[in-house]
């Protein structure tokens, strides 16, 4: 595997590819982004952002949203995978704001967590792109870079993947480290026909030496 220093030299190098690597979510504020995260699992960024705008005019707090319909919800999202489940959840977890955290966004993971909808990687990104606060959400593409490049064992689960990369990478470089993963999963080392003889990782990559 690689040492904690060849994997923070290998997210430099990402970053001097992707400078500006961020998320590709709309930023808004803490509460509809949490929405648009948890609107995110099994889609495209680009597909949550075409639907957002509207719903978000029409549900402009929580209590607009733990007071509507399945059906009208449904009716904003429907374009996206899972729209009836991500619509429940999106309602659900607006009234447990309301009830529990008189309608603001929490700060912490565990309290996050708590909300319908939220698991482990949308807790953490909102937390690194509403609060700044250190975290290393994994995602396929994080996972897929980790594993080809050797920064975790093949077989890591998710939670192992983000334990040892915020083990093995300085806390300064979480937020970042995680949004260069992601670049370069999308547009380097892709799942099908990654772009391995033009990679500058090429040297510390034992999957890619294979391919090449």
């Not at 447990?96 to 309608?103: H, I, K, P, S, T």
């Not at 040892?164 to 970042?176: A, E, G, R």
């Not at 772009?195 to 890619?208: V, Y």
């Amino acid at each position: 595997m690689l040492s904690s220093e060849e994997t923070t030299y290998a997210i430099e190098v990402m970053g001097e590819m992707f400078p500006n690597a961020t998320t590709s979510l709309t930023k808004t504020d803490p509460y509809h982004f949490m929405l648009s995260v948890i609107l995110s699992a099994q889609t495209t960024d680009k597909a949550v952002n075409l639907v957002t705008p509207a719903l978000f005019e029409r549900y402009k707090d929580p209590v607009d949203l733990a007071n509507a319909s399945q059906a009208e919800v449904e009716s904003y999202i429907k374009t996206i995978g899972l729209y009836r489940n991500k619509a429940r959840f999106l309602i659900k977890c607006s009234q447990e704001l309301v009830e529990r955290f008189d309608g603001v966004v929490p700060k912490t993971r565990k309290e996050l967590m708590s909300l319908s909808g939220v698991g482990r990687k949308t807790a953490d990104v909102v937390l690194a792109e509403c609060f700044g606060i250190p975290a290393f959400a994994v995602d396929t593409h994080v996972s897929r870079v980790a594993k080809r490049l050797g920064m975790v064992p093949a077989d890591s689960d998710v939670l192992t993947i983000e334990k040892i990369l915020m083990q093995k990478v300085p806390q300064d470089l979480w937020i970042k480290g995680h949004h260069r993963m992601i670049f370069w999963g999308r547009y380097q080392c892709m799942a099908r026909n990654p772009k391995c003889s033009s990679c500058p990782l090429l040297d510390i990559c034992p999957e890619g030496r294979s391919r090449v």
